[in-house]
């Protein structure tokens, strides 16, 4: 009695005790086509799947902690791991909606440029991808996703922009931003306010904090909000897309999306209508970078019986430790390095349906 008393008691115990650690596991491979919209080109959905695939991050207590390393095919990462220092992990899921949301905006830049059409872009603001606690930005009201356009009455269009706005204030100063808050909804779809004024006061950068690296820009500025942020741009495409990526967060997708696009916009198919896999970022110039949960994505891709799993290079060695037979792992760069891959296997060469014009 006295044995199953402790061991109820050490079960309670774990159950409440917090660990600084999140468990990746397996997610879903998805076909993405069934999640894509086009209007204003000829498009197609042709046989054969593309598939992004997925992990699933989850925050673990004692218990589940202790459980979890008796299964297969978890990864064990720290807070540390998923934030930058001095960013809290309740920013984690509006972070990755913001990744998605950027990735899907690469994709098709690079998709449509893939088809020989341009897309020009439009400088619009600073957005926000992290907020430090404590900070002055963080004591304001201000998010992930939200988009500076102006400081004291100046208008900004870049993070250099305002960072350039910024570094000859003094800490201490009043500073008036105008800001389009964001909203994201429960499946992470990002949309924005009006442009409103947030009025705060700046500190003493912390130690540590270097040049930002903008032209013109020397040194460390003196003034301190507290956020980290990236270029915001709007682009005119030729086509209206849309793809529906509800509940799924971060940048993996971005390979992915750009060949489904690609594929549905073209006379043939680009996979050779064989089922096939991909995971890694892309940006605007078809640049594809790595990614995390590579293993886990490895079993989910399998799981689904896709032949082909398109990874970064740099992440082929711990794709194919985890794959099994019948799963071939292909590394690739770039994005016009994918599509000539696939043109190895059977794919057709991008043809658009609707010319470029």
């Known amino acids: 009695m006295v044995v199953l008393v402790l061991i109820l008691a050490a079960i309670v115990t774990l159950d409440k005790w917090p660990v600084n ?35 699933y991050l989850s925050s673990l207590n004692g218990w589940q902690w202790l459980i ?25 899921q509006a972070q990755g909606y913001l990744q998605m949301s950027d990735s899907k905006r690469a994709a098709q830049v690079a998709a449509f440029d893939a088809l020989g059409w341009k897309t ?28 500076i356009v102006g400081v004291n009455g100046a208008n900004v269009d870049s993070a250099c922009s305002l ?19 964001a909203r994201i909804s429960a499946k992470g779809v990002i949309s924005y306010r ?13 130690k540590g904090i270097g040049s930002a690296g903008c032209a013109g820009v020397n040194g460390a500025g003196t003034s301190y ?16 897309v849309t793809i529906n990526t509800a509940n799924i967060g971060g940048p993996s997708a971005g390979l992915a999306m750009t060949l489904t696009l690609i594929d549905k916009m073209s006379r043939q198919s680009i996979s050779g209508n064989q089922p096939i896999a991909a995971t890694g970022t ?10 995390g949960g590579v293993a886990e994505k490895t079993v989910a891709v399998q799981r689904a019986g896709a ?11 711990t794709a194919k430790a985890a794959a099994q037979p019948g799963l071939k792992i292909i590394g690739v760069t770039t994005l016009a390095q994918a599509l000539r891959d696939l043109r190895a296997l059977g794919g057709a060469a991008p043809q658009p349906l609707t010319p470029p014009r």
Do not use: C, W
């Open 307 to 317: 032949k082909y799993f398109f990874v970064p290079q740099v992440e082929v060695a």
């Open 225 to 240: 909000l507290g956020v980290a942020i990236e270029n915001g741009n709007s682009y005119r495409f030729p086509a209206q």
């Open 68 to 92: 979890m390393h008796f299964e297969h095919h978890v990864q064990f990462v720290s807070s540390n791991e998923l934030v930058d220092p001095g960013v809290p992990t309740d920013e984690l």
């Open 194 to 206: 009006k442009a409103s004024i947030v009025t705060l006061k700046t500190t003493t950068p912390p």
């Open 120 to 147: 020009p872009a439009t400088p619009t603001g600073a957005i926000v991808n992290s907020v430090v606690v404590p900070s002055p930005a963080r004591r304001a009201g201000i998010q992930v996703a939200d988009e």
């Open 21 to 55: 650690e999140y468990a990746i596991t397996p997610g879903d491979a998805t076909s993405v086509a069934p999640l894509v919209k086009i209007k204003g080109v000829v498009s197609e959905t042709h046989r054969g799947k593309i598939m992004l695939t997925d992990v």
């Open 163 to 181: 960072i350039a706005a910024m570094h000859s204030l003094r800490a201490g100063a009043t500073v008036h931003l105008s800001i389009k808050h």
């Open 282 to 291: 892309i940006d605007v110039f078809g640049n594809v970078g790595d990614v």
